[in-house]
């Protein structure tokens, strides 16, 4: 009885232990951190590439947009001896120097761009959707026609641009031998202003119809053929089948390759430099192509800021497309 009297004691003699601190509940980003570990691993490599390849000269073109750079006053290096850079930073200079016109013809630049844009990109989707929808049928050889489309989309642009600058040229072309076999005269195809911006219209429609035409056959392959067979039991003609559920159901399909085809189109740049160069008298010189004309001339700093206003359009553009498919109750 003495020893559990004394245990008894001992343990009422005993202070109690103060409750261990909690430990603190980490924060959103830790916790995301830790949920998504694997995938931030597998895309740091191309995060890392990426930043190199674009975010670098970004910000070197941006920073240069901002100065008086030219082929004078940057760094150069012949054998050992280096002159160091010795542009200055001049603000917003170079940005109102092109949109007041004080340097190159920006507004009549873009106006020609966005006509370009817009008549090829209409074309693309016209066309696209036209031979989308002949090949969604039951023909016979439809994979050989598939083949055959999709052909302009597998050859270089560059390869491409050279074949049709021969069959545009004016003396020994395919296009103007034929007018004079029929008894016409020949056209001045890359001569002409007119005739050189129909040519550079019709290469690049030429070029981007594949795209279009992959694309929405992709978009009318996935959808329902049970509201097809509904909409014949109530008697819906083939073009309120195309008007009521073919074009509505194209849209998620539709919506993302014409953003992109107008961001491709609008900086297209190997059919214009190399059929025409931007010619006749700069005529079919795009906003992108002139910009790399001005960094052949050695103008650096007006260049980027011709580049920056490019980008600043763009992301305009894209803002302003995507609003508008919020409004129709798109996702995308």
Known sequence: ????ATTVQRRRATPARPPRPRAAE?????????????AWALTAPVVIVMSVVIAFPFARGLWLSFTDADRRNVSTRIGENVTPAT???VGVDNYVAILTGDVGDFWARLTWTVVWTLACVACHFGLGL???VMLNRRVALRGVYRAVMILPWAVPPFVSAFIWRYLYQGEYGLFNAALRGMGFPGVEWLGDPFWAKVVVITINVWLGVPFMMVALLGGLQSIPGQLYEAARVDGASPWQQFRHITLPSLRPVAAPVVLIGTIWTFNQFPVIFLVTGGGPARSTDLLVTYAFRLFGDGTYGVASAYGMVILGLLLVLGVIYQRALRREGQAW
Do not use: D, I, K, Q
């Open 130 to 132: 036209g031979l989308a």
């Open 26 to 38: 980490p924060g959103p980003l830790r916790r995301f951190l830790r949920t998504h570990w694997y």
């Open 1 to 4: 009885m003495t020893n559990v």
């Open 87 to 89: 542009y200055e930073f």
